[in-house]
């Protein structure tokens, strides 16, 4: 196994690309905006470029492979490590953002420290299994442009009228969409991916410490992400309950 490439040029070049994102976001996109949500709206600039943009790459990368999504024996393709990297540089430089402005948000620096680990030793340790992180990739990011979009009409839904109404609308498509891809077709996906390593295929290629350790940190993704979409639900009804009540008064 090669030793980790911290200086990997791909890995500096989209780091140095998404923190231009965020500065862009910080200065010029939400200059008018308060103080304290312009980081945060910075964030989701970045957020929704990363997602936008490893969604299409992915999806072109699993149209190209002529081979099965969960055949961990063929080594992960030049394209495939690059969505790797891109992926990667973006969880370091939000993690920093997390670690100098949120530091008591745990569950996502946790979050992100977790992602981190699983495309890390599978680019620069395996070398293997990129078609199938890939594949999740997708499922993660497919909803963050909605996301993003919702979570900025978030911050300003108590200062803009707009906002609140987009908020309002958004909020259960986004919660619908987020509830169909991460509690049903990510468990489906990742149980599959479960039975592949248990039945031997990533043997020779992905000791099962490895598996057993990417399989703990995802199926711990998803659950958190299942209680947090549960949350919002309820939050949501709980609102509409009120809002009604208020008009029957």
Not at 87 to 106: G, K, N, Q
Not at 130 to 145: H, R
Not at 173 to 188: A, D, K, N, T
């Amino acid at each position: 196994m090669e030793t980790l490439k911290i200086l990997e040029p791909n890995l500096i070049g989209f780091s140095l690309f998404f923190s231009i994102i965020y500065f862009f976001g910080y200065f010029i996109i939400f200059k008018d905006w308060k103080e304290k949500l312009k980081f945060d709206a910075s964030s989701c600039i970045m957020s929704l470029v990363h997602g936008s943009l490893a969604t299409i790459l992915s999806i072109y990368s699993i149209s190209q492979t002529s081979f099965q999504i969960l055949d961990f024996s063929i080594k992960n393709s030049t394209f495939q490590e690059m969505i790797l990297e891109y992926s990667i540089a973006y969880f370091l430089v939000d993690l920093l953002h997390y670690l100098i402005f949120h530091p008591s948000d745990i569950l996502f620096i946790a979050h992100h420290l977790a992602t981190l680990y699983v495309f890390l030793t599978c680019r620069f340790i395996l070398h293997h299994g990129g078609v199938t992180l890939i594949c999740l990739l997708v499922l993660a990011e497919i909803t963050s442009p909605l996301q993003n979009i919702w979570s900025l009409a978030r911050y300003q839904r108590i200062d803009t009228p707009m906002a609140a109404k987009l908020y309002d609308k958004l909020s259960p498509v986004f919660y619908m969409l987020y509830s169909l891809v991460r509690g049903i077709l990510g468990p489906l996906f990742v149980y599959k991916m479960g039975l592949a390593f248990a039945s031997g295929k990533g043997d020779g290629v992905i000791c099962r410490p490895m598996w057993m350790s990417w399989m703990v940190v995802i199926v711990s993704a998803i659950l958190v992400s299942i209680l947090w979409v549960m949350n919002l639900w309820v939050d949501l009804f709980r609102e509409r309950q009120r809002k009604l009540l208020k008009k029957c008064n």
